[in-house]
């Protein structure tokens, strides 16, 4: 990535977590921020962090990402009031119920899906234009490792996070050749606020390790060598091997027996042994 004088970078999603520390990092390389939260409070703070590093203009919305037309106006208010943005970070997202599908309400998924996948829709439609319009440009959109495995008590999360992995592959096929770098990151875990809920703390204190500068910075990297995936973050290269060479059958196995330690498994259907189940086919 060759960054040029005032260029104007958007990341969405940046009142904690990536999405801070990336507009931190663009603010350091002296870049032109647009940056968005639902999250007033914390844009406000990120939005001081950002100020004390960099004397570049930024611009600072509270934008819901699950409304097309805010995305939108967010979209032409950038170009008004920065230029046209050159590279777009599409980064907010929740998490899940963080239950098993059988108690995780329809709302919750259809919330889910509007945060991080149709989030990630509108950010593409309402930039392509401006990014279209250099020569080179980046489009960022934020997967997760479970963008790339199946695994219990996150079904509605990683619906989510595979949809952004789809649409984003075709999406990079689609643009071939027109000069916009698509890149998709799959996080492993980072240590951020994402997991909010009750259910998931044993799974967080586990798994979310990496610091968000570790990941931002082999984003930052990767971009530079246009690369199309970057998979970076706890347990994310295991997970991708796995996902890459593993049956699905035994894969589904082993992501059971390593996470159900860590997962509340009072809800789920007592588990049979495969000789049970063989015992039981053959009677
Ligand atoms: N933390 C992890 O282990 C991990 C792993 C893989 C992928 N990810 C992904 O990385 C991205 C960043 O997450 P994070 O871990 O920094 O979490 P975070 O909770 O610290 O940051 C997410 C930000 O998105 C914002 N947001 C949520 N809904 C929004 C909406 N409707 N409109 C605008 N902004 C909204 C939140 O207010 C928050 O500031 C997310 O897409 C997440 O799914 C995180």
């Known amino acids: 990535m060759k960054l040029e004088d005032r260029d104007v970078v958007v990341v969405t999603g940046v009142a904690s977590g990536m999405g801070r520390t990336y507009a931190l ?65 599409n980064n907010a997202g929740i998490e899940g ?90 996080p492993g875990g980072v240590n951020t606020k994402i997991a909010r809920q009750e259910f998931s703390q044993t799974f967080a204190k586990h798994y979310l390790r990496s610091t968000p500068e570790d990941v931002v910075d082999k984003v930052l990297r990767a971009m530079a060598k246009r690369r199309a995936r970057v998979v970076c973050g706890h347990n994310s290269w295991k997970t991708a091997l796995a996902a890459r060479w593993i049956p699905l059958g035994y894969l589904s196995r082993l992501i059971w027996r390593e996470l159900s330690e860590f997962i509340d498994t009072s809800h789920y259907p007592a588990r049979k042994t495969r000789s049970e189940e063989t015992l039981r086919e053959n009677q």
């Not at 611009?59 to 050159?86: H, I, M, P, W, Y």
């Not at 199946?150 to 649409?167: I, L, M």
């Open 25 to 89: 990092a663009f603010a350091k390389m002296g870049c032109r921020l647009a940056l968005c939260d639902i999250d007033e409070e914390g844009l406000a703070e990120t939005k001081n962090l950002v100020a004390a590093v960099s004397a570049a203009d930024i611009l600072s919305e509270c934008v819901d990402v699950t409304d097309a037309d805010a995305v939108l106006a967010f979209a032409q208010n950038t170009e008004e009031k920065l230029g046209s943005a050159r590279i777009v970070i």
């Open 97 to 186: 119920s963080a239950q098993p599908s059988w108690r995780t309400p329809l709302p919750t998924y259809q919330r889910v899906m509007a945060v991080n996948y149709f989030g990630v829709v509108h950010g593409c439609q309402a930039f392509l234009p401006q990014l279209l319009s250099h020569e080179q440009s980046w489009l960022v959109n934020v997967s997760s490792v479970f963008g790339l495995i199946g695994t219990p008590n996150h079904t509605d999360y990683c619906a989510s996070k595979f949809a952004v992995r789809g649409y984003s592959e075709a999406l990079r096929a689609e643009l071939e050749g027109s000069g916009v770098h698509v890149m998709l990151v799959h």
